[in-house]
């Protein structure tokens, strides 16, 4: 855990694999919020995913932050969206409706968490949380008593937003990749597409590479 003392700058100094690894490491239990943005605040690209702003550099973040997990949390949108597939890493998909994205399907590695509301029966691959809307606080408490403590949520921003409404979220990792795609922001949201909240948070971290800028934060 980071302390309240200004944190050092270090220039020139080049990371390899293990020393990303180590920035993202931690053993606290933890939901990270993990994001890529354009300089002018998009959470997607012209074609309307995030995969399209990715750099090298933001990758590499994402890949040491996804060795660090015990599990993911995405949204089914999103998992639709970015047509994920089963990860090494656990994955619990949240779906308000219960429906399973096609990517998914067939394998135990991934979890639907959804509602009551929903039909679906519960099974070791299915919760139902709630009753019309999914409980977040119940599947992050499912999450880690099935798979382990460090919950890395990987959008989308409807999700996410509810998840910091909620309370639930304790470190923020944010890369800006030297994007611009302008438009309208019911084309491209933000990280964060919900209720106005008002959070301060603490950098924890804050890295170059390229034009890319990848922050930790922790909301305090």
């Known amino acids: 855990m980071a302390d309240d003392a200004p ?17 993202y490491a931690t053993s606290d239990p933890v939901l990270r919020l993990n994001f890529v943005a354009t300089l002018d605040g998009a959470a997607t690209g012209a074609d309307g995913l995030s995969g399209s702003i990715n750099s090298a550099a933001d990758h590499r973040g994402f890949a040491a932050m996804r060795r660090a997990a015990d599990v993911l949390l995405v949204g089914a949108g999103t998992v639709r969206a970015e047509e994920y597939g089963p990860a090494r890493t656990p994955m619990v998909v949240v779906s308000r409706s219960g429906r ?37 606080g119940a599947v992050v408490e499912r999450a880690r008593t099935a798979f382990g403590p460090h919950v890395l949520c990987e959008g989308g921003p409807s999700l996410a937003a509810d998840l910091v409404t909620a309370g639930l979220v304790d470190e923020l990792a944010l890369s800006w990749t030297p994007h611009l795609v302008g438009g309208l922001r019911t084309d491209h949201p933000r990280i964060l597409d919900g209720a106005a909240v008002d959070r301060t948070l603490r950098c924890r971290h804050l890295l170059e590479e390229d034009g890319t800028l990848l922050g930790l934060w922790r909301l305090v």
Not at 7 to 23: A, K, Q, W
Not at 100 to 124: F, H, K, N
């Open 100 to 136: 399973r994205p096609e990517t998914v399907r067939g394998t135990d590695s991934v979890v639907l968490a959804t509602t009551r509301s929903s039909g679906a029966t519960e099974d070791e691959t299915t919760w139902v949380c709630g009753d019309a809307e999914v409980d977040l």
């Open 7 to 23: 944190f050092d700058v270090v220039p020139g100094e080049e990371l390899d694999e293990s020393g990303t690894d180590r920035l």
